[in-house]
């Protein structure tokens, strides 16, 4: 999250939150997806793909004309991906935040102290690990086998990890032949 903000105002992207957009819906009262959604992400489960690329799909709809959408915390299985892709729209890049699992526990567990989520506690925290390496990491790896994964390590200073991603962000816009800066 605190990567993706700095990214959307050196680079224009529009951000968009797997996450945000389902805690968003689950808390809305007329929502017929709440309980649900809220029982997937207490148990650190994977909520369905179509509700995800649905919540998804009408928030890129809300900005006509945009063609630089960061998408966190999203797909996060391989049927997500699938789904997405040809549903919606193809990945160019996906960037792969890697952290060691310590130094990621630790840092949701201090995130916990002030966010108010109810997943940012230890028994979320290790159903949302074993659910990331049973179903995330294949997507990743899947992705890398197509050249797609810009691996950016999570290691070191904020201000580090955002240099590294700053950089291979800006490479990527140079690669594809666009500006990387946003224009206004």
């Not at 929502?31 to 997937?40: D, K, T």
């Not at 179509?50 to 299985?77: K, S, V």
């Not at 310590?102 to 159903?127: C, F, H, M």
């Not at 049973?134 to 992705?143: E, H, L, R, T």
Request: aromatic share 8%; glycine share 8%; proline share 3%.
């Amino acid at each position: 999250g605190t990567n993706s903000e700095k990214l959307v105002s050196d680079f224009g992207f529009v951000h968009l939150s797997a996450g945000d957009l389902l805690r968003a819906e689950q808390k809305r009262e007329v929502s017929q997806y709440g309980e649900l959604i809220a029982h997937y992400i207490r148990e650190g489960l994977i909520v369905p793909h179509e509700i995800t690329i649905g919540l998804l799909r009408n928030a890129m709809m809300d900005h006509p004309g945009c063609d630089r959408f960061l998408i966190d915390g999203f797909p996060r299985n391989l049927e997500q991906a699938k789904a997405f892709e040809d549903t919606v729209c193809k990945a160019k890049k996906v960037l792969y935040f890697e952290c060691p699992e310590a130094v990621l526990l630790e840092r949701l567990l201090n995130r916990g102290k002030t966010s108010g989520r109810t997943d940012d506690n230890i028994e979320s925290i290790k159903k949302r690990f074993a659910t990331y390496f049973n179903d995330s990491k294949p997507v990743i790896d899947a992705y890398a086998k197509d050249g797609k994964v810009i691996t950016v390590s999570c290691e070191g200073s904020m201000d580090d990890v955002y240099k590294n991603a700053h950089t291979q962000v800006t490479q990527l816009f140079k690669d594809l032949g666009q500006e990387p800066k946003a224009t206004a």
